[in-house]
Nanobody, 113 residues
Framework: VQFVESGGGLVQPGGSLRLSCTASGPISSEYAMGWHRQAPGKQRELVASISRLGRIDYVDSVKGRFTISRDFAKNTFWLQMDSLKPEDTAVYYC????????WGQGTQVTVSS
């Protein structure tokens, strides 16, 4: 399975972006999925995840601002990002929370005035 992430871009602080992730093949609904990000000079971190039963978790820094959603039938996942901050600047990737699948190219999100 490979992922293609899209929807990133340059946005001003306080703005919004909606990221999309499409898998090249079917992903069993047995797997949880998540959005990860990697800022320059930092380790990749998991920011949001959604389990096969729909349980959703967020890292504290994005709670109340980011929303993860999925459509397993379409092998597609989204991350709605609102009230963006400069510290959200990173390359965003989708993958299982443990990163068991191959990583895609990611999509760059830059929050700057």
């Amino acid at each position: 399975v490979q992922f293609v992430e899209s929807g990133g871009g340059l946005v001003q602080p306080g703005g919004s972006l909606r990221l999309s992730c499409t898998a090249s093949g079917p992903i069993s609904s047995e797997y949880a999925m998540g959005w990860h990000r990697q800022a320059p000079g930092k380790q990749r971190e998991l920011v949001a995840s959604i389990s096969r039963l729909g349980r959703i978790d967020y890292v504290d820094s994005v709670k109340g601002r980011f929303t993860i959603s999925r459509d397993f039938a379409k092998n597609t996942f989204w991350l709605q990002m609102d009230s963006l901050k400069p510290e959200d600047t990173a390359v965003y990737y989708c993958n299982n929370p443990e990163g068991i699948f191959s990583w895609g190219q990611g999509t760059q999100v830059t929050v700057s005035s």
